[in-house]
């Protein structure tokens, strides 16, 4: 008579480890969606230098939307709990991180419309951030810096952040 070989089991202690298996495949796709538009709109990853304010409100705004019965954003057309999730996101990266915002090194190749100097631009933060707010070390004109079909857009207004 021949003896059957069970197959031996093998072991792997899982025990403690996260388990990103739990996260549900769609709502790493709503983060994904709401953050391509937001490349796209602004440039990648520039959600990092914003305050956590700013976040707060806009997650206000589109849950509120969302319990007025208006199901979709009107710019992206994406659904508002994506957004409000992906705020979320922003608020508790901020938050737990608390990431300092590197300032750039060099010339950015941005020339002031108001002096023509050729000095970094700033936020009110005295950070560079693409899609937000800057501010000449010059003359202290403010603008607009923003991505609209692929290019750089700039406005220039004279006043003091």
């Not at 202690?13 to 796209?40: C, H, M, Q, S, V």
Request: include cysteine.
């Amino acid at each position: 008579m021949t003896k059957v070989k069970e197959k031996e089991e093998g072991m792997k202690f899982d025990n403690g480890k996260l388990r990103y298996d739990l996260i549900p495949p769609e709502a790493k796709k709503w983060l994904a969606e709401i953050l391509t538009f937001g490349a796209a709109k602004y440039t990648p990853n520039s959600w990092q230098g914003i305050e956590i304010d700013r976040y707060l409100a806009a997650m206000e705004r589109h849950i509120n939307d969302w319990r007025m019965g208006i199901e979709n954003d009107e710019e992206s057309g994406l659904h508002h709990l994506k957004h409000a999730l992906c705020n979320m996101m922003f608020i508790t990266w901020i938050e737990i991180t608390k990431k300092p915002i590197e300032e750039p090194t060099g010339h950015l190749g941005l020339i002031c419309g108001m002096c023509h100097s050729a000095g970094i631009v700033f936020t009110s933060k005295g950070i560079y951030v693409p899609g937000k707010i800057w501010q000449c070390s010059t003359c202290n004109t403010v603008g607009y810096l923003g991505k609209e079909n692929g290019e750089l857009l700039y406005n220039f207004e004279k006043n003091e952040l």
